[in-house]
């Protein structure tokens, strides 16, 4: 009797157990249609002339819907930036393995630049918008995460022969992140009309004139 009550309980639970993975599902779902929309609208108008009603409007759901979602517009602008990042460990490991020390730090600017063009669109409406508070404070957030990746990818670049002695840690992880920013990638790229590839190239000889000199 115990083992079959037991076995009665499982077979409850998994309806249960579908009907969450479901809600779950469509939750995440919601989450990515209000994320496109309103990417599209911060591009299209800018962070401060996008309302939240216009971004669920276009997202096809609810006032209410976005902000349980979310909670607030600054909040979807930063989880929309957030998915154009790139995990840092494969990269790091790679950085880590390649002996020659110019051919590693191209491994870390070919990464590193293909995320500046993917947020650039993105990162153009933050800086735009910093006037106001909380873009500002964004915009620092986001700041001191891409030189903490630069940081640590400086740190593995330092263990490689023939790397600089020059300037310190702190002056090439800074060199690195102004060289390979959305800032030099929309003045060469953007206004100048470089291809993405001659903006890499140009990162990467420059990056290594000072880190491997």
Same mark, same amino acid.
Not at 32 to 52: K, S
Not at 72 to 101: C, F, M, N
Not at 144 to 161: C, I
């Given at each position: 009797?115990?083992? =079959?009550?037991?076995?009665?309980?499982?077979?409850?639970?998994? &309806?249960?157990?579908?009907?969450? %993975?479901?809600?779950?599902?469509?939750? $995440?779902?919601?989450?990515?249609?209000?994320?496109?929309?309103?990417?599209?609208?911060?591009?299209?108008?800018?962070?401060?002339?996008?309302?939240? #009603?216009?971004?669920?409007? %276009?997202? !096809?759901?609810?006032?209410?819907?976005?902000?349980? #979602?979310?909670?607030?517009?600054?909040?979807?602008?930063?989880?929309?930036?957030? !998915?154009?990042?790139?995990?840092? !460990?494969?990269?790091?490991?790679?950085?880590?393995?390649? &002996?020659?020390?110019?051919?590693?730090?191209?491994?870390?600017?070919?990464?590193?630049?293909?995320?500046?063009?993917?947020?650039?669109?993105?990162?153009?409406?933050?800086?735009?918008?910093?006037?106001?508070?909380? &873009?500002?404070?964004?915009?620092? *957030?986001?700041?001191?995460?891409?030189?903490?990746? =630069?940081? *640590?990818?400086?740190?593995?670049?330092?263990?490689?022969?023939?790397?600089?002695? *020059?300037?310190?840690?702190?002056? %090439?992880? $800074?060199?690195?992140?102004?060289?390979? #920013?959305?800032?030099?990638?929309?003045?060469?790229?953007? $206004? =100048? !009309?470089?291809? +993405?590839?001659?903006?890499?190239?140009?990162?990467?000889?420059?990056?290594?004139?000072?880190? +491997?000199?």
């Amino acid at each position: 009797m115990e083992r =079959h009550y037991s076995t009665a309980v499982q077979n409850a639970d998994r &309806p249960k157990e579908r009907s969450r %993975a479901a809600r779950a599902q469509r939750a $995440e779902q919601t989450r990515e249609r209000i994320l496109v929309a309103a990417a599209g609208l911060f591009v299209e108008r800018g962070y401060l002339d996008t309302t939240v #009603s216009a971004v669920a409007k %276009a997202a !096809g759901v609810a006032v209410q819907t976005l902000y349980l #979602s979310f909670g607030s517009k600054i909040a979807i602008l930063e989880a929309a930036l957030a !998915g154009t990042a790139v995990p840092a !460990g494969p990269r790091l490991d790679e950085v880590r393995a390649e &002996p020659h020390g110019p051919t590693a730090l191209a491994l870390h600017v070919a990464v590193a630049a293909a995320a500046v063009e993917r947020r650039y669109p993105l990162a153009a409406v933050l800086r735009a918008a910093a006037a106001d508070p909380e &873009p500002a404070a964004l915009l620092e *957030r986001e700041r001191a995460d891409v030189l903490l990746a =630069h940081a *640590r990818a400086v740190d593995e670049l330092a263990d490689k022969p023939g790397f600089t002695h *020059r300037i310190s840690l702190q002056q %090439a992880t $800074e060199a690195l992140g102004a060289l390979c #920013s959305p800032e030099t990638y929309g003045l060469m790229v953007v $206004e =100048h !009309g470089w291809t +993405f590839p001659d903006w890499q190239d140009w990162v990467a000889r420059h990056a290594a004139a000072d880190l +491997f000199p």
